[in-house]
């Protein structure tokens, strides 16, 4: 994999552009979560071993190279695999649109099957698309489509390499996929409602052929540890970090912060950081939903309403409070901040995923004249394209239920495991 990777940013640094010859990108999803980033990687690959690399094939990172740090999961994975972040390719290095009106641009798409609206011109270099979530891309005859509802994207690259060029797996690449297929799959656990049999499946043939690999246990516990690691991060970071955004007649952000909502709002100069955050992005308002777990592992969810404009964000705060669609079960909590209005949510399995339609119905009611006559003033820079084929966090139902039995055997596991 190091060479392939080497070999990739040798074809960027040739100045690869309208006048060089043409790219095979495969691009994942905006969220660029570790399935997203395995999957990129991994697919490439498979490309590249199997089609000679001509055109070359260059997996690309759907961010810019200063958001990885965001994505504390992916430093951990990318370290625990032996890979530098330094050898990943990412969106701000490499001009899609001058390849693409050039001619010499081919796209796969792997975990989302169709590009957002700020990439709809790319449309036309889609050749190919894998992916695990709906399926909202029309029929093309000079599309290959493969989408299945399974629980992670990496499982149907590993059903790809496996039946089409298993000796290109190894040990670190193996270790890629399995680590994917665990974390979005939540430990393998039935309970958690994410893992189907073709997961398992896959899993297991890994298992087989890399008897060394870590144990499903002990990989997943460090990947979710990684995941909700914030520690070092500033409020813009803590924001973007995991953040979805839906516009219409405000422009609304959505983010989840890996914290208890008494720590966030205890930070110095919040509001201040906020409405630099607000004004810098375009936001008009934030609903921002904290995650954090009791010792029994049971999920904690908070929301914190912000906007300077007191009339958005008393309306915002009342729809979700009466909510026809689902009943969040919100309490006030006492707020320092006169911009913010903050609760504690009661329905602990409403996650981000269930919140976003309830903001989406308050944009249609909002109808375009009721909301920004009080907004501070109208956004400067358009929104963080949301990608709505992004599935919401892995722990959005809490930890699976793990018996005594289950913890003995993974305890033997990990004896017996080489590490």
Known sequence: MEEFLRACRRTLQENVGPAGPGVHVVLGNEAC?????????????????????????????????SELVLRSDNLFLLRRTG??????LFRD??????????????????????????????????????????????????CPVTVEMVGSCATLVTERIIQKAPQILDQQLA????????????????????????????????????????????????????????????????????????????????????????EFLQRPDLEAELSAFCHKFGYDLLIMMTISFTESKEPIR?????????????????????????????????????????YHQGNKLASRKKLLPIVKDFLRECDGDCCLGDAEEESLVPPTPMNSLVEGCPLDEGLPKITAEDLQDKFRQMDSADL
Not at 36 to 52: D, K, N, Q
Not at 215 to 223: N, V
Not at 319 to 341: G, K, W, Y
């Open 175 to 262: 270790q890629l996929l399995y680590a994917a297929m665990v974390l979005d799959c939540v430990n393998m656990a039935p309970a958690a409602g994410k893992v189907t049999p073709k997961d398992s499946q896959y899993a297991a043939a890994l298992e087989t052929r890399f008897p060394a690999l870590p144990p499903r246990g002990a990989l997943f516990q460090e990947l979710q540890e990684a995941k909700f690691d914030v520690s070092g991060l500033n409020v813009e970071q803590m924001l973007l970090k995991d953040m979805k955004a839906v516009s219409g007649s405000l422009n609304i952000a959505v983010p989840v912060l890996y914290i208890t909502l008494e």
């Open 83 to 88: 890979l530098s972040p330094d050898l990943l």
């Open 33 to 65: 979560d570790v399935d997203s980033m395995v999957s990129a990687l991994a697919f490439a690959y498979f490309l590249f071993r199997t089609a000679g690399g001509d055109p070359p094939v260059l997996p690309l990172l759907n961010i810019r190279q």
């Open 302 to 342: 908070e929301l914190g309403v912000f906007s300077h404009s007191t009339t958005c964000r008393e309306q915002v705060s009342k729809f979700l409070e009466q909510a026809r669609t689902l009943d969040l079960n919100l309490h006030p909590v006492s707020s320092s901040h006169p911009h913010i209005s903050a």
């Open 93 to 142: 290095q490499l001009d899609l649109r001058a390849l693409h009106t050039a001619g010499r641009l081919r796209l796969t798409l792997v975990d989302h099957n169709v590009l957002p609206s700020s990439d709809a011109d790319l449309e036309g270099a889609v050749v190919e698309v894998l992916d695990h979530h709906q399926l909202e891309r029309k029929a093309s005859p000079s």
